[in-house]
């Protein structure tokens, strides 16, 4: 039975591949094109009430504005770098939206392979969120699938169904956002003092680093790890300025000459 399992699972293993990849492509492009509308209509002269999700959802139908929101802000954030993240699916970038220290994990997925629950998982462990207050992995992927859906045909009972379905859609869609970051209220103000530090280019400062030998990455790895810790603790047990003296210390004990 378990041999038929892991066939099973085996032989499956490329098509959901190419179904998340479809996801991811399909969904980028989609918010996009929601970017591109509500450009133009800003430019256009436009009030700000004609280009809400609310209005695009009414606009192509099938779609809810919850996930139109889902997709213009993914993009709007992430939309010009995320080629500069090979293997990643959208919802990678979906899940890690409202972090200030995103491109981070983003990196570590890239290089590690981590899934989105794998990459959440990492972000809280540095965060120091207990196990048990974590969103389970089907809060994670909830946001992940296209949403579209048949509109119904009006003047039927389903249009009264798709207004109670629209109300259900919008409060799940809070508690999904709820799960994605729910953190104790010290770890929330520790990632919160990090938003000074955030910019509109991507933090990626291993991008350019040469290969390394198995010591020096093994340790490089451990600092970095370290840094981030302190970091997202809001430098609690040690300073910034500290860290970055033990660095310029390296730095001095590798440019003196050699005894």
């Known amino acids: 039975m ?6 099973v699972a085996d032989a499956s293993t490329q098509y959901v591949g190419r179904w998340n990849r479809l996801i991811s492509t399909t969904n980028w492009e989609k918010g996009r094109i929601i970017c591109d509308w509500r450009q133009a209509m800003q430019q256009a002269g436009a009030p700000a009430g004609s280009c809400t999700d609310e209005v695009w959802s009414r606009e192509v139908g099938n779609v809810s504005p919850q996930h139109v929101g889902r997709l ?18 959208w919802s990678h970038f979906q899940a890690a939206i409202e972090w200030p220290d995103a491109e981070m994990y983003l990196e570590g997925a890239v ?21 048990d207050s974590r969103p389970s992995a ?9 949403e579209d859906a048949d509109a119904a045909a009006p003047g039927t009972i389903s249009d009264s169904l798709a207004e109670v379905h629209g109300a259900e859609d919008a409060f799940e869609d809070d508690a999904d956002a709820d799960a994605h970051h729910r953190e104790p209220a010290e770890s929330r103000e520790a990632a919160d003092s990090l938003a ?24 490089f790895e451990l600092m970095k ?4 810790n302190h970091k997202v603790s809001g430098w609690r047990e040690i300073a910034r300025n500290d860290v970055l003296a033990v660095l310029d210390s390296l730095k001095q004990l590798a440019l003196a000459p050699a005894e």
């Open 2 to 7: 378990e041999e038929l399992s892991t066939l």
């Open 72 to 89: 213009r802000r993914t993009c709007e954030r992430f939309g010009a770098v995320h080629d500069q993240y090979p293997g990643l699916y």
């Open 225 to 228: 790890l370290a840094i981030l």
């Open 138 to 146: 089907s809060d994670i992927m909830a946001g992940e699938m296209d």
């Open 111 to 131: 290089q590690s392979g981590w899934s989105v629950a794998q990459m959440c998982d990492q972000r809280w462990e540095a965060l120091g969120v207990a196990a």
């Open 196 to 219: 000074d530090a955030a910019t509109t280019e991507p933090l990626r400062p291993f991008a350019s680093l040469p290969p390394l030998p198995p010591d020096v990455k093994e340790a």
